[in-house]
């Protein structure tokens, strides 16, 4: 079993910086994507940023310019630097993995950790 823990949420204001942090603990096989997603309240959770194992970025373009993305592999870290905050960036953030063992493949999600732009 694979456990993911968020932290860096609260509140910020609009034009701010704010850095999240995901590690991953437990029977790690490889980590092959790490991705973060939000969902605003009344709203579907949509992904933010991901990182493949080979580095290759991908942003939703609200963020892109804005945020971006970086892994550790060797500390099983996924982070998500956020700049010039914007109010509609206020959400639940949480990270996600996708990590292969040597039976399946299978996703994991932290806990979420609330990011909140407000004056």
């Known amino acids: 079993q694979v456990q993911l823990v968020e932290s860096g949420g609260g509140l910020v204001q609009p034009g701010g910086s704010l850095r999240l942090s995901c590690v991953a603990s437990?029977?790690?096989?490889?980590?092959?994507?790490m991705g973060w997603y939000r969902q605003a309240p009344g709203k579907q959770r949509d992904m933010v940023a991901g990182i493949s194992s080979s580095d290759i970025t991908m942003y939703t373009d609200s963020v892109k310019g804005r945020f971006t993305i970086s892994r550790e592999n060797a500390k099983n870290t996924v982070n998500l630097q956020m700049n010039n905050v914007k109010p509609e960036d206020t959400a639940v953030y949480y990270c996600?993995?996708?990590?292969?063992?040597?039976?399946?493949?299978?996703?994991?999600w932290g806990q979420g950790t609330q990011v909140t732009v407000s004056s």
């Open positions: 437990g029977s790690i096989g490889r980590i092959v994507y």
């Open positions: 996600k993995m996708t990590v292969v063992s040597a039976l399946n493949i299978n996703d994991y």
